[in-house]
């Protein structure tokens, strides 16, 4: 059976950009591809509406949100991606509300 894709999207509107989203999201398709992660896929994605705690990153279908992401954090995620921990520090930020209606429309195919 084929593995499940991970699809990290990265928020790349006007707060988060203003914060860096746009280097986070170069390193991480650069580290995604170093590694050889073929299950991995980093993407942009328009707003998750979670701005005032940006950079974010939300990682689907597993549904993990991570928040005021720098880039001294990415070795942190790309360790989760290949198989290690969630990185707690990042997680919690975000309100559930704000959370859960992004999953649904990640859900309904909105990425």
């Not at 894709?5 to 989203?21: A, E, I, M, P, Q």
């Not at 979670?50 to 689907?60: D, R, S």
């Not at 969630?86 to 704000?98: E, H, I, M, Q």
Request: some cysteine.
């Amino acid at each position: 059976m084929a593995e499940e894709v991970c699809h990290v999207l990265v928020c790349t509107n006007v707060d988060c950009k203003d914060r860096g989203s746009q280097d986070l999201l170069a390193a991480l398709k650069a580290r995604v591809a170093q590694e050889g992660l073929t299950d991995v896929v980093v993407k942009p994605y328009l707003c998750f509406g979670g701005c005032q705690h940006g950079p974010n990153i939300v990682l689907y279908p597993s549904k993990i949100w991570y928040a005021q992401v720098t880039l001294n954090d990415l070795d942190d995620i790309v360790a989760h991606l290949k198989g290690g921990p969630v990185v707690r520090r990042l997680t919690g930020k975000v309100d559930a509300a704000t959370q859960e209606l992004i999953f649904q429309l990640l859900d309904a195919g909105l990425f």
